[in-house]
């Protein structure tokens, strides 16, 4: 098994910059995927960025440019810095966490962003 405690999630102005923070501790996987997912009310959860254990990157296209992800190895924590925040980015935001191969797939409690003036 393992725990995903997720920090960070806040209320910001548009064009703010809030990070997110997802630490995983128990059975690591020394092959994995970190990654952050976001679910906004009536829609369905959508993949935000990952991470692989080998540093490769991927991003949704709206917030490609704006946001960053990264990690920690050492920590077995990743993070989502999110910068130029948008009305449109408001969502519970979830972080991920799988086995290279798929599964198992963990996920984190969720924190809440809200960017609203």
């Known amino acids: 098994q393992v725990q995903l405690v997720e920090s960070g999630g806040g209320l910001v102005q548009p064009g703010g910059s809030l990070r997110l923070s997802c630490a995983a501790s128990?059975?690591?996987?020394?092959?994995?995927?970190m990654g952050w997912y976001r679910q906004a009310p009536g829609k369905q959860r959508e993949l935000v960025a990952t991470?692989?254990?080998?540093?490769?990157?991927n991003y949704e296209d709206s917030v490609r440019g704006r946001f960053t992800i990264s990690k920690d190895s050492a920590k077995n924590t990743w993070y989502l810095q999110m910068n130029s925040l948008k009305p449109e980015d408001t969502a519970v935001y979830y972080c991920n966490y799988r086995h290279v191969l798929g599964k198992p797939i963990y996920w984190g409690q969720g924190t809440q962003v809200t960017v609203s003036s």
């Open positions: 991470i692989t254990s080998g540093g490769s990157t």
């Open positions: 128990g059975s690591i996987f020394s092959f994995n995927v």
